[in-house]
């Protein structure tokens, strides 16, 4: 199979398979085009469908146990991709990146704690907070003219000067599209050793890092001590979310035990088979279709910056460093925050309300998923320039 243009072009009729993209209560309907939730429009890689047929064609699916060769699989590819060295016994196998941001706040604070966050952010990053009994502490980023966003070391001092202890990273930042550079990750981990506090950085977009920025893994920095964390996935990278396997990553022995200990209790484990057959054959055999998609990607993203300038001149799109998702500020409009989700669905097009990462720093803001067929998107950046537009 050959992942060129024309691969991704003729993208996937997810009909009939439930996918929430297309599906999702109260959002989608029938003609609406989803530029919305983070998984993409296009068939996976050859060899993962390989390897979950191949197994499904075994007709026996009791327990299984995750192998040396699982570890091996994320050991290769971070190697390979990202020259980071990882060892097996930095590992905890988790069902989702979500239940690994979660695990952490509740394994690494007491409630009651602070915790610092960088808003606007992916949402479940909020609630995995809020919803733990611990204290929510924004330090938001700081934005320029043209929507680049960078780190407010001021704030995050003020949060630690007054006790906070843990900080949760998006590297890179879902949704401002930023792929953090190794000098900004360097001074956030100096800031943070001088106060001892921790780190939980989910890298689960490593893989999207747009030329000529370069991912930097917080593991690779020698500021990392035993108190950082990485969350990593082939979920995003591969566009097998729907398996639900991810990995938490540490050097301290102590924080791989209580990580393992706390998925013990919820009684939930990860790895069943199929997930851990898919990642395996994802972190193995399929560097072509990433090295495609990201080919393709970059073209989306000069389509979406013209069709932008052209339709919706005054909104600004945050530079695309990072990930498949354009954080779009449409606040130039003057439209009520509440009314521009309505407008969208009105016009048929679904997109990720701006407030869904921070009712402040999201107001006036959309994003937009561009890991689709050309297409799709440019019907739907139509359809949005139209919503916006509307009298
Ligand atoms: C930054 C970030 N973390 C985590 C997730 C979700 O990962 P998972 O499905 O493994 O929980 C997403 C999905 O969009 C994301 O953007």
Not at 198 to 210: N, P, Q, R, T
Not at 315 to 321: F, L, T, W
């Amino acid at each position: 199979m050959i992942y060129n243009q024309e691969f991704f072009d003729a993208g996937i009729d997810r009909k009939g398979t439930n996918a929430l993209k297309w599906t999702a209560k109260g959002l989608m309907q029938e003609g609406v085009v989803p530029l919305w939730v983070a998984d993409m429009d296009f068939a996976c890689a050859e060899p993962i469908r390989e390897a979950l047929v191949k197994r499904a064609q075994h007709p026996c699916y009791g327990y299984t146990t995750i192998t040396d060769e699982d570890a091996q699989a994320l050991i290769g590819f971070w190697q390979r991709r990202h020259n980071l060295t990882l060892k097996e016994e930095y590992l905890v196998m988790l069902p989702t990146v979500v239940t690994g941001l979660r695990a952490c706040v509740q394994t690494m604070t007491h409630p009651g704690d602070g915790v610092i966050v960088q808003t606007p952010v992916y949402g479940p990053f909020l609630s995995a907070i809020q919803e733990s009994g611990r204290v929510l502490l924004e330090a938001r980023l700081k934005r320029d003219e043209i929507g680049r966003y960078t780190m407010d070391y001021d704030a995050i001092e003020d949060h630690l000067r007054k006790g906070a202890r843990l900080m949760m990273l998006c590297n890179p930042h879902n949704p401002v599209s930023r792929a953090w550079s190794r000098e900004e990750l360097k001074a956030l981990l100096s800031l943070l050793n001088r106060y001892n506090a921790k780190l939980v950085s989910d890298e689960i977009h490593a893989d999207f890092v747009h030329q000529p920025r370069e991912f930097c893994p917080v593991l690779s920095l020698e500021e990392a001590r035993e108190n950082v964390v990485m969350l990593v996935a082939a979920s995003k990278t591969f566009n097998i979310a729907g398996l639900l396997q991810a990995t938490a990553i540490s050097r301290d022995p102590d924080v791989v035990r209580m990580l393992k200990r706390y998925m013990e209790r919820t009684g939930a484990s990860s790895g069943n088979i199929f997930a851990l057959e898919g990642t395996r054959a994802a972190y193995t055999n399929c560097d072509d279709w990433l090295d495609g998609l990201m080919a393709y990607l970059k073209e989306n993203q000069k389509a979406l910056l013209e069709t932008m300038e052209q339709l919706l001149p005054q909104a600004v799109i945050s530079p695309m460093e990072a990930t498949f998702l354009a954080w779009a500020d449409v606040r130039a409009y003057h439209i009520p925050h509440s009314e521009i989700g309505e407008k969208c669905s009105k016009h048929g097009v679904a997109l990720t309300d701006g407030q869904f990462f921070g009712e402040t720093t999201g107001e006036g803001f959309m994003r937009i998923n561009y890991g689709c067929p050309r297409g799709q998107l440019l019907k739907g950046l139509q359809r949005f320039a139209h919503a916006i537009k509307e009298a």
